[in-house]
Nanobody, 118 residues
Framework: QVQLVESGGGLVQAGGSLRLSCAAS????????FSWYRQAPGKQRELVASIGRDGITNYVDSLKGRFTISRDNAKNTAYLQMNSLKPEDTAVYYC????????????WGQGTQVTVSS
């Protein structure tokens, strides 16, 4: 079992920055692919970015250049640095961990609210 705890959300003005953290416990952190998703009110949950065990990153095209995903295996933590935030980035942000080999091992955090005011 893996427990994921997100933190770092909050209220920020447009143009500001936030860094979200996803602290993992329970299993070997380095074996997992980590992703950040977000869900805005009335919309479906969407993928924001992911980072593999090898550190290779992927981003949704519309967010490239503003958001950066990273991981620190020594701290069992994944991060999402969000810059130049816009009101449309307002959403609940969720961390997801999926085992690199046993794909059925798939875990979610409880989410953290990000609100960007105009």
């Amino acid at each position: 079992q893996v427990q994921l705890v997100e933190s770092g959300g909050g209220l920020v003005q447009a143009g500001g920055s936030l860094r979200l953290s996803c602290a993992a416990s329970g299993r070997t952190f380095s074996m997992f692919l980590f992703s950040w998703y977000r869900q805005a009110p009335g919309k479906q949950r969407e993928l924001v970015a992911s980072i593999g065990r090898d550190g290779i990153t992927n981003y949704v095209d519309s967010l490239k250049g503003r958001f950066t995903i990273s991981r620190d295996n020594a701290k069992n933590t994944a991060y999402l640095q969000m810059n130049s935030l816009k009101p449309e980035d307002t959403a609940v942000y969720y961390c997801n961990a999926q085992h690199g080999i046993m794909r059925s091992l798939d875990y979610w955090g409880q989410g953290t609210q990000v609100t960007v005011s105009s």
